[in-house]
């Protein structure tokens, strides 16, 4: 089992829908979790930071945290096409220094 | 402007030879990594350093080296020992007290033939 599993996708959305990003993690006792959005070609970008249980809104984006089951999911309200990325999930799991462990990432397509 | 720059964006290399990545950043971070990224895959930790003059292996540490003289900056140099070296390297700084919150570099795209 990986430490951090993510859909691969490609996820496709229509423009103005909310979009469901997925992560799980195998940690139980991971304690920092993110979201980085990589556009094609570029460097990954911090979007999202959610450290405790339930939600966390910033914009159109909301994070969701739950330990007890070990995911945390983003949501993008209205999705735009400028949304169209690649999105990282990274964890900070126990005993992994100070360091984080990346998912493989899911493709949103956002279409007109 | 406060950030990290990574030189060049590009760099080709013929194999056999050592090359040497460039890492640099003005946020005053404490910590300080690199990752490689290979086409359909997530992120793998190559080095990092949490203070000056020490760092620490990550998960792919083999055919690569790094040193840490000034906290500013974080050369990453990738020998003829690393068998598959074609890949985008990022470079990636954390604050002091931040709970492991990174950020990106523009990155270094290298290819070796």
């Known amino acids: 089992q990986k430490e951090v599993e993510q859909n691969s996708g490609p996820l496709s959305v229509p423009e103005g829908a909310i979009a469901s990003l997925n992560c799980t993690y195998s940690?139980?006792?991971?304690?920092?979790f993110f979201w980085y959005r990589q556009y094609s070609g570029k460097s990954p970008e911090l979007i999202m930071s959610?450290?405790?249980?339930g939600d966390k809104e910033d914009g159109r984006f909301t994070a969701q945290l739950n330990k007890a089951s070990q995911y945390v999911s983003l949501l993008i309200r209205d999705s735009q096409p400028s949304d169209s990325a690649t999105y990282l999930c990274a964890v900070s799991l126990t005993g992994g220094g100070n360091k984080l462990t990346f998912g493989t990432g899911t493709q949103l397509k956002v279409e007109l | 402007d406060g950030g990290i720059t990574q030189s060049p964006k590009y760099l080709f290399r013929k194999e056999g030879q050592n090359v040497t990545l460039s890492c640099e950043q003005n946020?005053?971070?404490?910590?300080m990594y690199w990752y490689r990224q290979d086409p359909g895959q997530g992120l793998r930790l190559i080095y990092y350093?949490?203070?000056?003059?020490?760092?620490q292996k990550g998960d792919i540490a083999e055919g690569y080296s790094v040193s840490r003289e000034k906290k500013e900056s974080f050369p990453l140099t990738v020998t003829s020992a690393q068998k598959n070296p074609t890949a985008f390297y990022l470079c990636a700084s954390s604050p002091r007290g931040a709970l492991y919150e990174q950020y990106f570099g523009p990155g270094t795209r290298l290819t070796v033939t």
């Open positions: 946020l005053n971070h404490d910590a």
């Open positions: 959610i450290y405790s249980n």
């Open positions: 350093s949490q203070i000056v003059n020490d760092f």
């Open positions: 940690d139980r006792v991971s304690q920092s």
